[in-house]
């Protein structure tokens, strides 16, 4: 079988956001033990102008269902963004999976020149083939936001390692 | 023209390490203009048992050039680690970017059955296919260190933003 767009997006995304819900057991688990308060790993952020743990998941979660829906032609899930504990995060995550889970591949498969654009919060619009808005667009920004999830909680002192970022092999 | 093996793998890694060269270049001239220690920057990490910034970028360049070795089947460069300045790592990117680009596409397409395993430094072998290799372990692998290399610096307060992540549109 060859690679594609489909492949090369949704398992991704269910491997990475499926580790990243397990590590907010261990973060809500470890807060707990140690008498932290939750708030305090859940606005911590690695420079003041970085946004906060919160605001990493739920933009890990924005990249996810805006690659499925863009790519498939749907309209993007509207979440509320209010989320401010780790349940809520978890769930948060949860509604996300869902979502990537409940679009067949074959309406993603095909979809390497399907004309996308973006409008950035600046105003600006980038547009994109399918293909281009997968490699250099989508894909670096969900990775980006879930590796500076982990990297602000590892930097918090939770005791996680590789093997929770990357999860179980699929 | 539909997603192959070499379009999910080589663009992304020439994008990727392209911006990081361009933030190695920042890094060092913001350390010089404000009088840092450049060893500051280079061996800061976000948490005692975490890679070095140097590391992380070195370790870039690994998954860069194991990725594109092992699925077309070639040899995998050797580089001696030994980078120590904002310089040698900026060479280090280069050296990975020249054995990417040697690589013919049609030498890393068709590589999705192939047969993979990687040793890991704990002696356990892990085996994949081509394209579960670069989905679940090559790519989420790379892009962490990326991420990492950049979440450092903005900790150290390098004034650098998404864009630079990002890099030029290809």
Redesign the interface.
Known sequence: ?????S??SV??IT??LTALSAILDKAAFDAEAKGIDPAELLNAR??PD?FPFVRQVTMASDHAKGMVARLSGRDIPKFDDTESTFEELKERIAKTLAFVKSVPAIAID?S??RDISLKLTSGRT?RFTG??Y????A???F??HV??A??IL??K?LEIG?RD??GP??
Chains 1, 2 share one sequence.
């Open positions: 079988m060859s690679l594609s767009m492949a090369a398992p991704a491997q990475m690695l420079a970085m095909g390497e020149e980038l293909q281009s997968l490699i250099h667009f894909l670096p920004n990775y980006f590796t500076t982990y990297d590892r930097h002192g590789k970022f990357m092999r699929p």
